[in-house]
């Protein structure tokens, strides 16, 4: 509905409703943002060496301004999507809010100014690393991966991966281990994390024709992969202390968490869900992913802090 009450976004047949900054703000899908703005925060002070407080935050500035842009570009192309999914429809686009070319014209501009600024202000390592997660969402992922594979969430996940790498090269300027590492922990938790949720939302991912895996392959081949993830993810998430780029802190609370979401895909993974079930296994478990993320890249902050301040020396 729109703010007059006429259905999908029909004005009276005046068109969209001139668009407020509530939806400019809601194109750069501020729930996501804050995650990529953390793990690349993470990233950041977890790395070795020291970068000047106004580089790094110019850094974290340039890589939200990415983020933003990458999901107002992402509701450009997917408005048709969106317009039929119900988690989705209130969205500026479909709901009649914006018009299609704001949204492109403001994701254009944010992802641009994001690499110029890194580039100029930063590095030029980062601003190409920002420039590879713009096109790997809003054109590989978005156009190619998702209207077209069952395994769009599996590829894909290399677009929420990027920000504790690039925040990482933002003081280093180069890539080691450890930020392959980060890199890795959050590609091999983007699938159990959205198949969690796709689990129980299925049936708007089929009324919208995206192959998700519940909606192409079944719930049953759907839950066997989350476990088979989480198990992969667990040894994952304990490798930055393995070869030593965490200390025990981190190392610690990496095993804690990652026992604590393996025991919650377990009845996920195992048991068959019914006609009109709750699916509380599954919602707990999407819930849970999102505490796990934060809290293992707070772990991981601590961690260094730990060692620089000589807590436990």
Known sequence: ??????????????????????????????????LVIFTALCG??????????????????????????????????????????????????????????????????????????????????????????????????TLWLKPRTPQNIVIGGGAGAFPPLIGWVAVTGQITAMPLL?????????????????????SDYARAGIPMMPVVRGEGPTR???????????????????????????????ALLSVTFVALSVPVGLRRAGPGDAMLPEKRLFKFSILYLFALFAALVIDRLAAQQGWFA
């Open 182 to 202: 980060l890199f890795a922990i959050i590609f091999l938790w983007t699938p159990p994390h959205f198949w969690a949720l796709a689990l129980f939302v299925k």
């Open 224 to 254: 066997r992969q989350i476990l088979a993830y989480a198990l992969v993810l667990a040894p994952a998430a304990l490798a930055p202390w393995w070869i030593g780029g965490a200390g025990g802190i981190y190392g610690v609370s990496a």
């Open 1 to 34: 509905m729109s703010r007059t009450g006429v259905p999908s976004g029909v004005t009276a047949g005046f068109g969209p409703l001139p668009a407020e900054w509530r939806d400019f703000f809601a194109l750069t899908k501020p729930r996501v943002m804050s």
């Open 44 to 141: 950041l002070i977890a790395a070795p060496g020291s970068v000047h407080p106004v580089i790094g935050f110019t850094a974290i500035f340039a890589i939200a301004m990415a983020a933003g842009g990458s999901g107002a570009l992402n509701m450009w192309l997917e408005a048709d999507i969106d317009a039929q999914m119900k988690r989705t429809a209130t969205r500026p686009i479909p709901s009649g809010r914006m018009r299609r070319e704001d949204a492109r014209d403001f994701g254009v501009l944010l992802a641009g100014s994001a690499v110029l600024i890194m580039g100029l202000a930063v590095h030029w390592l980062a601003a190409v690393l920002l420039l590879v997660s713009v096109l790997y969402y809003a054109v590989f992922y």
